[in-house]
């Protein structure tokens, strides 16, 4: 599989699906489109916590967006059983942990959609929301959820 | 209808739905999709005032979410005219009136997940998103939309 | 075209679409669904700054989530290839940059509800969200995204 190949060739290892810690199911799949839940910013296993614009510098919110998809694609990975079913990456949300003054949410945000175009190529290029929040749960400092289409049962990719 | 009696057996009577304040629908259905508006929480009639950190506790808060899911249930049922009807609930986003060092914004969201479980059983497992924002409209203390799958016409659930 | 000469009445002429600045789509096609970026308020081509309740009033602010609406119908149109292809503007995310006490979200957002239902009509009648954030990309004072629903291939509006 191509996609798995790349991801190897970036030295990236798809983590198993965390139970969340609530209520809730890690995604939900309703015809070919899978919701995928908000995942948190994680670091050595425990939420990546800070807001952007007080302790932490837009290259780190980067870099905390990019572990955030490489656990969306883990999710993903669970939820497709095959990541080259997935047709399309539809839309991100990207919530960035942000002060009252910091305004370079969508450069944040990159740093997970620079990852999906990466691994998925053309089927990696999503529509986004970008906004700087309150707050995040745990403290963390970004949160994604997405959108994603499956090719339809019996089609190829 | 089994989740009429459950409702009844847990004391919830569905509200009717409440006009938008604005210009807006309570809800549209796209497909087999409801695209159910941003609901705010209120109290005896009125919007449930106050922000998570600094006038309510998670508990309430938590209270909170679960009224709003008592509403987005009446606007469901309005919407599908059984909640027998609906297939599944898909996506919360479950918005936390915040100040920016509360962090329990997954625990207030419980509020409505757990009863959206209770109510809906399998039906009711959802993805979820919820995050902290600066103000909610009339200064309520959770808003809650959602995304639900419908039974296509002609199938039974 | 009825759209295009309610427009046009109206004194409208949409704009090109905007490339993104960063690395996403302005939109994204999933079945007969349109999944529109957020798109930021502009104001003589450069964004249009400024909180609500700090440096912008309500009226203000509906004027600039009027200014979105008439981007995202731009992109709707450059998505479309023709606006009467779109069957339903089925909901609004509208996020309005917010300090800690202003709580008229509702109303800013109605500065774009409006003006969907005077251009499309029963089509423009739309599901919704508004809500306070800490801040938007640039500094803007409002963003909005929305999802759409096309007339399927081959059939009429």
Chains 1, 2, 3 share one sequence.
């Not at 908000?38 to 614009?53: F, M, N, S, V």
């Not at 870099?63 to 990456?89: C, E, K, N, P, Y």
């Not at 990159?110 to 986004?128: K, P, W």
Request: aromatic content about 6%; overall charge negative.
């Amino acid at each position: 599989m191509a996609i798995y190949e790349t991801l190897e060739s970036l030295g990236i290892s798809l983590p198993p699906v965390t139970a969340p810690v609530a209520a809730f199911m890690p995604w939900v799949r309703s015809g070919d489109l899978l919701y995928i839940s908000g995942h948190i910013a994680k670091k050595d296993g425990t939420p990546w916590r800070g807001q952007l614009g007080v302790s932490l510098t837009t290259e780190e919110g980067k870099q905390a967006a990019r572990a955030v998809a490489i656990d969306l694609m883990g999710t993903l990975h669970a939820a497709s059983g095959d990541l080259g079913r997935v047709r399309q990456i539809v839309k991100l949300m990207v919530l960035v942990n942000s002060s009252p003054n910091f305004v370079e949410q969508h450069l944040v945000a990159n740093g997970a959609s620079e990852l999906f175009q990466q691994v998925f190529g053309e089927h990696g290029a999503h529509a986004r929301s970008a906004f700087g929040v309150a707050q995040v749960p745990f403290g963390s400092c970004v949160e994604i959820d997405l959108v994603a289409r499956l090719v339809e049962d019996g089609q190829a990719a």
